[in-house]
């Protein structure tokens, strides 16, 4: 059975997931709330889901609680909750930007505002979704710091290091982690029919690309099964990701 790359994409986004326990899963996106909810179908039962808001929901998005903001609060800046958020500009230490594009003080595009990053990513693990691998989000340095890199948060001593984490950064070219001496953004898996000349010619900068790559893993036919029939049945993934 053919796999899609749309498909591949929520395998590696699940995964951001595996073997957390019991914390607050927060994606931001279509196909990261799809990976979300395999998760916990699967692997990572213990998870909680949310609405984004201020709901705890079931696999199936029915409303199963109220998750009052000041306990939302008290996970995030407990280290008890993993967002996978969005990234407009990315950069090699993880430094996440998506509030201008642009000199601050009169930026070409206006984008969402740096919302809750700063508090998402020195208080919890904080992984990243982007649909469309480019130059223009995959770049040598940001033009406004949002998220916190690993960088800048070493460079703000222990109380900005405690809890910040950047599991894996998912593309829709491919895998990419940290595990680099100096934490720089490294090449962890292609997805299949990908090749490493597509996402270095793709990126911004100089990644950090292994001797040999692995592919992003296969789903299982019990996780495919799920993902086409049970969690996304109208193929709204599709409309993320081609192929």
């Known amino acids: ?127 990243y979704w982007v649909p469309k691998h480019s130059a223009r989000v995959f770049v040598e340095k940001v033009d406004m710091v949002c998220g916190v890199g690993y960088d800048r948060a070493a460079a703000a001593g222990p109380g900005a290091t405690r809890f910040h984490r950047i599991p894996r950064v998912v593309s829709d070219l491919g895998v990419f982690d940290f595990a680099t001496p100096d934490h720089a953004m490294r090449l962890a898996s292609l997805h299949p029919g990908v090749t490493v000349e597509q996402v270095r010619e793709a990126t911004g900068f100089a990644l950090h690309v292994p001797h040999e790559v692995p592919y992003t893993r296969e789903p299982t036919s019990e996780e495919l099964e799920l993902i086409r029939s049970v969690i996304d049945p109208q193929g709204a993934r599709r409309r993320e990701v081609d192929g």
């Open 1 to 127: 059975m053919t796999v899609t790359r749309a498909e591949y994409c929520v395998i590696a986004c699940a995964e951001a997931w595996r073997d957390n326990g019991e914390v607050l899963a927060s994606p931001m996106g279509l196909i990261p709330a799809l990976g979300a909810r395999l998760a916990k179908r699967t692997f990572s039962p213990d998870l909680l889901l949310t609405d984004g808001e201020a709901m705890l929901v079931g696999l199936d998005g029915t409303v199963e609680g109220w998750l009052p903001y000041r306990q939302h609060l008290t996970m995030v800046t407990g280290g008890r909750r993993h967002v996978m958020m969005g990234a407009s500009q990315i950069d090699r230490f993880g430094n996440q930007n998506i509030s201008c594009i642009g000199d601050w003080a009169r930026p070409k595009r206006q984008l969402l505002g740096v919302r809750g990053g700063p508090v998402n990513t020195l208080n919890n693990p904080t992984s």
